[in-house]
């Protein structure tokens, strides 16, 4: 008797534990997915390569010579699709993309707008890091701030 009442509430049930099980399972598997892609993330790119682009641009901008406009735009390209950066950065890069071409009048304002733009590569593609200590945990529960 009382296996034909266990037999009856799994024959009820199962059409919902199965699929239950299946999505946990999925989401198990793409947890893990999700985790190992985040630990192959390219590293950031390094600071003697932002470098080497703000000086690169603005030479671009100061002397107006296809080796270096060409080298800037070559330098700022695969960065466009560097996953870990910001998108200041990668507008910033899209900028140097746009402007660093050798012009027929080097004006004033093409040279600051290069300028400009080699700075906000340095400030915006670097990593971001966090000061010692400043896990937000020590803070009281209460505080606004």
């Not at 024959?11 to 239950?20: D, I, K, T, Y």
């Not at 735009?73 to 699709?81: C, G, I, N």
């Not at 593609?125 to 701030?145: I, K, V």
């Amino acid at each position: 008797m009382m296996e034909t009442f266990r037999n009856r509430a799994m024959a009820r049930s199962s059409p919902w534990v199965l699929p239950a099980l299946a999505v946990l399972a999925a989401q198990a598997l793409g947890l893990a997915a999700a985790a190992s892609a985040r630990s192959q993330d390219p590293p950031y790119p390094s600071q003697e390569l932002l470098r080497q682009l703000q000086l690169d641009t603005i030479g671009c901008g100061r002397e107006n010579r296809a080796d270096l406009c060409d080298k800037a735009r070559a330098a700022a390209d695969p960065l466009l699709d560097h996953p870990r950066l910001s998108a200041n950065c990668k507008d910033a890069l899209w900028q140097i993309g746009l402007e660093a071409r050798v012009a027929a009048q080097n004006s004033f304002q093409r040279r600051e707008s290069l300028t400009a733009v080699a700075a906000d590569v340095v400030a915006f593609c670097r990593p971001l890091t966090q000061p010692l200590g400043s896990s937000g945990s020590e803070r009281p529960a209460g505080n606004p701030r």
